[in-house]
């Protein structure tokens, strides 16, 4: 899990592992992973992109150009080929934290699937969408109801927008989170 949370300041998306089918606390640190590496690497990749290219329009070489990156020069298109293969391992590290998440959340994933079909009497397996689901990944993450898509937390917020206490409503937001008026008091 330590491996993860580096991972979520040097990664992003990558192919071999689909968001659906992953844990919402695996899917959550793979986003984050995915913005960071992203907002990292894409402005320099099109920032050398684009001098290569303005370099070439105007009959120059691109080649000819060098900058000094630590203790050696690098021509424009060696720099560019670096921040690719510095992303592509940025991105396999993410691929990795991200397999790592799901294969610790499985083992109690499995308890939380059984637990749900007992206690449900099988409702849990017939429920349409996500409405008997119960995420593991969520409860270790300290969200003992589940996530936002579970029953409990749908049919919450559904009565506080009925009762005109959803969205930014102060009173709303102590039912919701009972405990944060008794943090805030000590720094929100």
Known sequence: MRKLLLVLFFSSFTNIVFAENLPNQCKIAKNKGVGNTNSYYNPRIKQITDSIDEIKSSGGDPNAFAIKVGDKFMSFPEILAKLKKDKNISLATVD????????????????????????????????????????????????????????????????????????????????????????CIFGC
């Open 96 to 183: 990795e934290g991200v397999s790592e998440c799901t294969e610790n959340i499985k083992p109690y994933q499995k308890i939380v699937d059984e637990f749900a079909k007992i206690t449900s009497g099988g409702l849990s397996e017939i429920l349409p969408g996500k409405m008997g689901y119960i995420d593991a990944s969520d409860i270790l993450a300290g969200y003992p109801l589940g996530g936002k898509d579970a029953l409990i937390p749908k049919a919450r917020d559904q009565a506080l927008e009925s009762l005109g206490l959803g969205g930014n409503n102060d009173l709303g937001k102590i039912i919701k989170d009972p405990a944060r008026p008794i943090r």
